[in-house]
């Protein structure tokens, strides 16, 4: 890799990374459109470093939500009764054991561009019924993250599975899931960046310490570039798409990713 080429990876990894559009397929077809093999295992190292610079934008934007969760007492509300660590719990355990148990059969089975390119489209789909499921009277009862209940929180969780299917984006299922559960968009949103963080740390940290052995010190500057471009660009992409929330659906973000497949179609099948 290539300076230009880290910009250009750490600027699309900021961008889609919690956006309902699918990082896994935008990396995969930016790199093939860069010349970059996906099975080179310096590009896998980078793709994993510049994750955490994604994540680190969260953790910055949302430092005092994390903060309160580890705040017991005060507050403006008991802990019970606001977002707290329980509710994050809830959310990460079902993908988490699902992800421990099959996740042989998810790195051997549903990673490619063929697999990539259905989840683009079903998770578009699912999208699109959750937002139209969503929009009835009365079943949306939940607009402020802090009010999401521990039952909500779990089906949230649910969905997250889902994420583990490369393509389908966590972002997109877990909003999918929090409209369902009656989670308007822009709490639901919230709540996935939140979950996200100890899961993605988990996750990337874990790969990154099985990739450990293919990094040396030329690497450092590429990777560290590509780091803070994700960071930067995901801190920007954050903000803009809680806004966008506000005025638009999520079918506005399916028909992108129905889009997207077909471009995934012409190019890499």
Not at 59 to 82: A, E, H, Q
Not at 190 to 203: C, D, K, W, Y
Not at 219 to 224: E, L
């Amino acid at each position: 890799m290539d300076i230009i080429s880290s910009i250009i990876m750490g600027i699309i990894e900021g961008l889609t990374e919690f956006l309902p559009v699918s990082s896994t397929g935008h990396m995969i077809l930016t790199a093939h459109l860069l010349g970059l093999s996906e099975d080179n295992e310096s590009v896998k190292t980078f793709e994993v470093v510049v994750q955490l610079g994604a994540v680190l934008a969260v953790v910055v934007l949302y430092w005092n939500k994390f903060i309160d969760m580890f705040r017991f007492t005060g507050g403006s509300r008991p802990y019970s009764r606001r977002l707290n660590l329980g509710h994050i719990f809830l959310a990460m355990v079902p993908a988490v054991v699902i992800g421990l148990i099959f996740r042989d059969w998810i790195k051997a089975h549903l990673f490619g561009p063929e697999t990539v390119l259905y989840s683009l489209v079903i998770g578009g789909i699912l999208m699109i019924v959750a937002e139209r499921w969503s929009r009835k009277s009365g079943r949306i009862t939940t607009h402020d993250v802090d009010d999401i209940s521990y039952k909500q929180a779990f089906a949230v969780g649910i969905f997250q599975i889902l994420a583990l299917w490369p393509g389908f984006s966590r972002s997109g299922s877990t909003i999918s899931g929090g409209l369902f559960a009656g989670v308007s968009r822009v709490a639901a949103a919230e709540f996935t960046f939140l979950v996200s963080v100890p899961i993605m740390i988990g996750a990337t940290g874990y790969d990154l310490y099985k990739s450990i052995d293919h990094l040396n010190g030329s690497d450092f500057p590429i990777f560290a570039i590509g780091f803070i471009a994700a960071f930067i660009v995901a801190m920007l992409a954050i903000k803009t798409f809680l806004s966008i929330l506000k005025k638009l659906s999520l079918t506005v973000f399916a028909v992108y990713r129905f889009v997207l497949a077909a471009v995934f179609f012409i190019i890499l099948m």
